[in-house]
């Protein structure tokens, strides 16, 4: 049993501690906002913040992450403190993100740039 806070809220999961951490939020947890792409880390699909920093979740096992605040981006909601200051740049404001993948790691890299 691994536990884990996702988006703020605490979780105990029942899983292989091996299992990627994609297949623990889209399946186990249900938050399909994280998607699968590659599986080689290589297009940031499945891209999530662990304790602020940005992994990729198709190879960060869940026993890496237990005990650690992981941010998808159905925690970069409108109303949340995460999402509030990119509201003021530009590229959200006019952008019409025809894909999902790079509509949501670009809200995540660009939160995660504006951590630094």
């Known amino acids: ?6 988006n ?3 979780y105990e999961i029942n899983a292989d ?3 990627p951490l994609l297949w623990v939020i889209r399946d186990i947890l249900g938050l399909t906002g994280t998607k699968f792409g590659c599986g080689a880390t290589q297009c940031g699909a499945c891209t999530i913040h662990l304790n602020g920093e940005a992994v990729r979740s198709c190879i960060t ?3 890496r992450a237990a005990g650690q605040e ?6 970069l909601s409108i109303n949340s403190d ?3 200051p ?4 530009k590229m959200f404001q006019v952008a019409n993100f025809h894909c999902y993948f790079v509509g949501d790691l670009s809200c995540l890299a660009t939160r995660r740039l504006q951590n630094r």
Do not use: D, F
């Open 8 to 10: 703020g809220i605490e």
């Open 61 to 63: 096992k869940l026993s």
């Open 86 to 89: 990119l509201k003021n740049y």
């Open 1 to 6: 049993m691994e536990h884990l806070k996702v």
């Open 82 to 84: 995460h999402l509030a």
């Open 70 to 75: 992981v941010v998808t981006i159905e925690g």
């Open 17 to 19: 501690p091996n299992m």
